[in-house]
């Protein structure tokens, strides 16, 4: 019997004291079907068209993995460390359309009101500062989403202003830290 923890793939980002984070994989492409086709992510993030498993291998490879290659960061997926079952997605995003990282996170309704989603997050903005050396992240939501806009609250995000990623999308609240590094 060996000591300690068990050894970090070399997929995984962090650990929290419920979940470990680690990179997607198009091996999560059901996870991701499954998220992406939520009512509330159609709702309030949009409609990505990823409609089969193929489909949602090509976002993982389009997104994520496509962004971990440029700047060693992307989505990522939280598990549940007990069972490892994917909950929730969450991590850093770098959009042409923003000056700052971003973090983004959505999670299955089944897993909801747990504390997952707050719990990744966290930690999630604890490694962008701590491994990554950013002194600012921001969020972006839409203005209706207001259960997202209670969890930025948490994480000591606060609203400051709102603003289009492109001109014809929808208007996104953009909150920022209340205190910058």
């Known amino acids: 019997m060996r000591d300690g923890p068990p050894p970090k793939s070399n997929l995984e980002v962090l650990r929290t ?11 999560d492409a059901e996870f991701i079907l499954e998220l992406t086709n939520d009512p509330d992510w159609l709702r309030y993030i949009g409609d990505r068209g990823v409609r089969t498993l193929e489909d949602a291998r090509a976002y993982i490879e389009a997104g994520p993995l496509a962004m971990y290659d ?43 009101a747990r504390g997952y989603a707050y719990e990744a997050a966290a930690a999630t903005l604890e490694y962008a500062k701590r491994e990554l ?18 969890l930025l609250g948490r994480l000591s995000l606060s609203l400051e202003r709102t603003t289009r990623l492109t001109p014809e999308a929808k208007e996104v609240c953009l909150f920022g830290p209340r205190f910058t590094a």
């Open 17 to 27: 004291e419920r979940l470990i984070l680690r990179r997607l994989t198009t091996d």
């Open 70 to 112: 440029r700047l060693g960061f992307g989505l990522y997926c939280a598990a549940l460390r007990e069972s490892g079952v994917s909950v929730v997605i969450c991590g850093l995003l770098k959009r042409d359309a923003l000056e700052d990282v971003d973090i983004g996170f959505a999670m299955l309704p089944a897993y909801r």
């Open 133 to 150: 050396g950013l002194t600012r992240v921001v969020a972006i939501v839409s203005p209706e989403n207001e259960a997202s806009m209670r």
